[in-house]
Structure formats: structure tokens, C-alpha cells
């Protein structure tokens, strides 16, 4: 069972229109999701995109019971715009997105997520998407191995980590999760492994760029501006340090009625601002839900109304 995460903070500042239609565009467990319809009228529209087909499926058993109309699309939300203009849709009331990983996911061994059960090295959400962490794993070279592992896993012992990896699959190529441990714990001292799991920033990295999750979020940012009616708010909940800059940094930037440099005594860019940062701070759990769902703990709630 995925446990949703900040769900009151972000569903209560999420729905301005009983009425309205929504996006959910991680829909996962469809835990935000059945909240969601909870607090709308029957007449209200749902749309809900997962690029997961094995989740969505296993998703849409347990939606079909809500009163509401709701469609559920196996899609990338990096394709928000299009995706809506299939539908007949232009305009929306609220967005929401949940990024990251779902319980789900981790849980099903197979698909090479977890560095808790032994299965191929996939990691890709989308099993449609040719590449995978294996060929991440077997094929990058060193540089650009231990800059991912670095960047999208903050991973003090990358370089090591990539100079392990480039070794061993010299011998044979490394195929599965457990072999992929392996590797990490050799590169990793072991005075420094205590606590966290050794692999757990590696795998974290390499589940980002497999299926390159920060620029999703880049593309769906401004799209999801673009679909939004006047009022209507973008709700953003991020996992990692990366993700909460970049939609810190959209909010600010279309909070904004002039982008020119400082230096320039009259505004020539004409940017208008197009949003309201209604999260001065990002939303983060509280003791209670950090300790119920551990999960929890690194997420962060942006919320932003269009002007
Ligand atoms: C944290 S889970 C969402 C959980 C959900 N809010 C719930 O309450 O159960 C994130 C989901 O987003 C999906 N996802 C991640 N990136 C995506 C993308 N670019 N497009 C569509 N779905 C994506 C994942 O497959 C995963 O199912």
C-alpha cells in the first residue's frame, strides 16, 4: 500500500471549485486521487496520468467505484498539453504532482527499483522507454556515471562507486540489483556504512536519470501555467533538493512582473506575472505523519495560484 503523503496540505489548497476538473498527473495508488473526488461534486472531472501501465491498471480497479467522471491516461505528464488537447480539454482548475517513486513500485521486485530484492536492473517506470539502469550501469562511462550518482544522489563516495562499477563489468556485465549492491558496498568503506543502506543514494540517482525525472518537471512546469484557468492552483510535491529548487524557482520567476537584469534602469523583457506563490515556505510533514510514514520525511509542498 503507497501511504500518500502531505494529502490534507495539499488536496485542502488544491480545490477552489467543488465543480471543477483536475488533474492528478502522478496518479500511482491513487491515494491523493480518491481524496480528491472525495471533496468534489459528482459532476466534477478527473483526469489522472501515470506513465506506469502496471500501476495505472492495478490503480483503476480501485477508482472505478467513484461517483465522479475520471479518466485515467497512461502517459508521461511531460506531455500535459497534448495529452489534455486529446481529451477536449483546455482549460483546468488545479494540478497536482506527487513525483518520485510509489510503494508500489518498490514493492514489485521485478521491476529492479528496490536494493532489497534481487530482480533485473530496470528501473524504468515506463516499460516502453528502450533504456534502462542496465545500460546506464553497463554502458556510461565512468565520468558521466559518477556525475549522476553525485548529482541526483548527493553520494559522497561516487567517484569510488563509478570506479567499482567501470571495473567489475570489465570481467562481465553487472545484471541485477543484488550484483549492483555488491559493487556499491566494495566501493563504500565501511566505517562510513552504518545507518542508512550503502546502495540507497545510488539506486536513487539511477532511478532519476533512467527515467528522467527533472526534466519532466521542467516541461510540465510551464505547461501546467498554460492550462490553468484564472485562480486555478498548481500543487508540487517533491522528494528531492533539485526538484523543490526548480519549481521554487518557476514560482518565483512567474511571481514576477519584470525578469530584466538589475543593472537595466527601464524593463524591456515585458514579463508579466502570471502566478502567486501561496507557500512562502515549503508545506513539510508534520512529527506525526514523518513517523507514520517515513517516507514523508524529505517531501515538500509548493502551491502557486494563477493570476
Ligand atoms: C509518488 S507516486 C504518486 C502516488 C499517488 N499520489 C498516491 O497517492 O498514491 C508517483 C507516481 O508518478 C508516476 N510518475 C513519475 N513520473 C511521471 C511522469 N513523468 N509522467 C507520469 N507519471 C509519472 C510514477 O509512475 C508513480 O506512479
Known amino acids: 500500500m503507497h501511504k500518500p503523503v502531505l494529502l490534507d496540505e495539499a488536496l485542502d489548497m488544491l480545490v477552489t471549485d467543488r465543480r471543477g476538473i483536475y488533474v492528478d498527473c502522478t496518479v500511482g495508488g491513487g491515494g491523493h486521487l480518491a481524496r480528491l473526488a472525495g471533496m468534489l461534486d459528482q459532476d466534477a472531472v478527473i483526469i489522472g496520468i501515470d506513465k506506469d501501465a502496471d500501476v495505472l491498471e492495478h490503480t483503476r480497479e480501485k477508482l472505478k467505484e467513484l461517483p465522479q467522471k475520471i479518466i485515467l491516461i497512461h502517459g508521461d505528464f511531460r506531455n500535459l498539453r497534448v495529452i489534455l488537447k486529446t481529451q477536449g480539454i483546455t482549460e483546468v482548475d488545479g ?11 518498490l514493492d514489485e521486485a521485478r521491476r529492479g527499483f528496490s536494493y532489497q530484492h534481487d530482480a533485473p536492473l530496470d528501473m524504468r517506470m515506463n516499460r516502453a522507454q528502450a533504456r534502462s539502469a542496465w545500460e546506464l550501469v553497463n554502458e556510461l562511462d565512468e565520468e558521466d556515471l559518477a556525475d549522476i550518482i553525485w548529482r541526483y544522489g548527493e553520494e559522497r563516495f561516487s567517484r569510488r562507486i563509478a570506479r567499482e562499477i567501470v571495473k567489475t563489468r570489465q570481467a562481465q556485465p553487472i545484471n541485477t540489483t543484488l550484483e549492483l549492491v555488491e559493487v556499491i558496498k566494495r566501493a563504500v568503506p565501511g566505517r562510513s556504512r552504518r545507518g542508512k543502506h550503502p546502495a540507497r543514494r545510488t539506486f536513487q540517482a539511477l532511478r532519476i536519470a533512467v527515467n528522467q525525472e527533472l526534466s519532466a518537471l521542467q516541461e510540465v512546469l510551464p505547461q501546467a501555467l498554460e492550462v490553468l484557468s484564472a485562480a486555478g492552483r498548481v500543487c508540487v510535491i517533491t522528494f528531492h533538493s ?49 513517523v507514520r510514514n517515513p517516507r514523508s520525511r524529505s517531501a515538500k509542498l509548493r502551491v502557486a495560484e494563477k493570476i
Open 95 to 105: 494540478i497536482l504532482l506527487d513525483l518520485g517513486v510509489s510503494s508500489f513500485q
Open 242 to 290: 533539485l526538484e523543490d529548487r526548480l519549481v521554487k524557482n518557476f514560482f518565483r520567476l512567474e511571481s514576477m512582473d519584470c525578469i530584466c537584469s538589475k543593472d537595466i534602469p527601464v524593463c524591456t523583457c515585458n514579463h508579466q506575472a502570471q502566478l502567486r506563490t501561496l507557500t512562502k515556505k515549503p508545506v513539510v510533514p508534520g512529527k506525526e505523519e514523518q
